[in-house]
């Protein structure tokens, strides 16, 4: 089993498997019971909330990057069981196959990582790419933590991306964030940043806790705009946003496919 680097060990020890405390904890929201996301069957491309073609072009692109004899690496924030890394670490493999690589697995709880971990296992056992992989802990809405995590990556990404994580939880992309994404890219790197909109009727909800100084776990516009802005006077250039409608998901419960939202940015 690979070793867990802690950043914030202290909320780790208080996010333990009961479902219950971990959705209630009030300062780290995970969206699902964390069995949802233990158990969760492995992604295929195909059920990615992602458009694969617009990805090959952007893992091509970030392939520059790459310096010699160097590794790579793809980071991960708020990785769950990591899944989408592994289906992401096969597509650059099919790119090109004679590349080394490496997956970071950045998320809160170390169960998850863990789970992480043990699929990464089977599939280093069952596929013939060479990679290897990292378990970063680290709560991502402590400042500290964010800048000890900086320190240790300074220029290590050639790939980063998060799906479902910023956005959808307490974490949005604020200048810390940024910050840190951009420090921890090398040059001509790709940073992706996927995450679900809500209907009006949720987004007003989400405005009234931060009214009343709640945190809330569900974008509204202002994080939006200011989710480019960041980036942007941290070294990143947009290069493509695409939302998502699907009209046929309006009344049901798979709030995924109803509003998507898919930026791409360029370290420069
Ligand atoms: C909605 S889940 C998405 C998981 C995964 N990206 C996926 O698509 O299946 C949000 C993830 O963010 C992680 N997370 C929530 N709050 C966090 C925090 N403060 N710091 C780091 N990770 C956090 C959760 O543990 C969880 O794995």
Not at 44 to 70: A, C, E
Not at 109 to 128: H, I
Request: hydrophobic share 35%.
């Amino acid at each position: 089993m690979a070793k867990i680097r802690y950043f914030s060990k202290s909320t780790d020890d208080k996010l333990i498997a009961d479902e219950k405390k971990i959705n209630n904890a009030d300062f780290i929201n995970i969206g699902n019971p964390i069995s949802v996301y233990r158990d969760g069957v492995e992604q295929t491309l195909s059920s990615m909330y992602l458009k694969i073609t617009t990805l090959v072009d952007f893992l091509t692109i970030s392939l520059k990057s790459l310096q010699s004899n160097k590794r790579f690496t793809i980071a991960y924030y708020g990785c769950g069981n990591g899944s989408n890394a592994r289906q992401i670490l096969r597509l650059v493999n099919s790119i090109n196959n004679k590349i080394s690589l490496r997956v970071v697995y950045i998320d809160v709880s170390s169960e998850l990582l863990y789970e992480a971990d043990r699929r990464s296992n089977f599939m280093k056992l069952n596929s013939n790419i060479d990679f290897d992989w990292e378990l970063v802990q680290i709560d991502l809405s402590d400042a500290s933590s964010i800048s000890k995590f900086t320190d240790n990556n300074v220029g290590n990404f050639n790939f980063s991306f998060s799906v479902k994580c910023f956005h959808n939880t307490f974490i949005k992309i604020n200048r810390d964030i940024a910050r840190m994404i951009s420090l921890c890219s090398s040059k001509d790197s790709v940073f992706l940043n996927q995450f679900y909109g809500h209907n009006l009727y949720s987004s007003f909800k989400q405005l009234i806790k931060l009214i009343i100084g709640k945190r809330y776990s569900n974008s509204i516009y202002l994080d939006r705009v200011l989710a480019n802005l960041y980036p942007k006077y941290n070294g990143f250039d947009l290069q493509y946003r695409v939302t998502s409608m699907s009209m046929s998901e309006v009344f049901k419960s798979n709030h995924f496919k109803r509003l998507s939202i898919e930026s791409y940015y360029l370290k420069k």
